[in-house]
């Protein structure tokens, strides 16, 4: 049975302090396997040319992005009125981060919530956002990648923590707390170099917005990396975002990769599962007024995912 998660209300039109405590004790009430947010740290006003939304010139940028919550502060808060589900990033830029405090961020919420937190990471890709507050520039954001696994493997590990890297350096000294269990990673990106670096370093691929047609072509090809670099291809999970900004049922024909209502998503949950997928998580806050649509939206979401997956 694929495993169901839903976004926390991170936008301003919510509040950030009630509609997530709300909205997480409901979610875990309902059912739901976990509970995920999201990283965007600023919007800028001039979106031409390569400020465009995902790196594609000109894109305009949602108005939702304004005003988005610190991620990892809305987890903790989630964390806190929750006991069971798990706590998902999908994603935290890990290149906007220094790497041994995001590690220690990500090691005290997991010791804090008995070992529940999913590390969705990815390398980002606004210039704008790197300008503002990227601790290395946007042409290293791969090699920040890796240093920054390096270093949350030493970090996450027994002490005395010893590591070394082009720009840190800790020789046996005593870092903590120590996450509840070793917390599982799971990193973005749909090319090659991408899919290559999950199969050496990363317990899952986190598959932003993927259509079911693209998960069953490329999760054959990432478990063959996997088996290629010695692992068992069996034990790399697939963990896809569903992106939604309107619940609105489509009458398109064909229709749209995930546009439409509850019901037309809960298809696509089944489709992906069909396709390989182990977890589906969808962003129900962004295409909801408030938080109590949000909660009854998710509670109808997973009904329906519940009767065909």
Known sequence: ???????????????????????????????????????????????SGPHGLYDVPDLPWPDRYRGVTDALVTLSMAAAVTERIALGTGILVVPLHLPMRLAR??????????????????????IDEFAATGA?????????????????????????????????????VDIGPKPARRISVLLGGAGDRALRRVARRADGWLASAATPELVARRLP?????????????????????IGTMDLTRSTATPRPPYAGDVRQLAEDVAALAEAGADHVYVTLPAATANVKELIDRAAELHDRVRAIA
Request: charged content about 25%; proline content about 6%; some cysteine.
């Open 1 to 47: 049975m694929v495993k169901l998660g839903v976004n926390l209300p991170q936008y301003q039109h919510f509040d950030p302090g009630a509609d997530v405590v709300d909205a997480a004790r409901a979610c875990e009430e309902i059912g739901y396997d976990s509970l995920w947010v999201f990283e965007r740290v600023l919007v800028p006003e001039d979106q």
């Open 136 to 172: 290395v520039p946007l042409t290293e954001r791969g090699r920040a990648m890796d240093e920054f696994l390096d270093i949350a493997d030493a970090v996450w590990g027994p002490n005395p923590v010893s590591f070394t890297t082009s720009r840190f350096r800790a020789d046996a």
């Open 221 to 241: 090809f990432l478990r063959r990396l996997a088996e290629e670099a010695g692992r068992d291809p069996a034990t790399v999970s697939c963990t896809v975002q």
């Open 105 to 126: 961020q990500l090691a005290t919420l997991d010791a804090a919530s008995g070992g529940r937190v999913l590390a969705g990471l990815g390398t980002g890709w606004s």
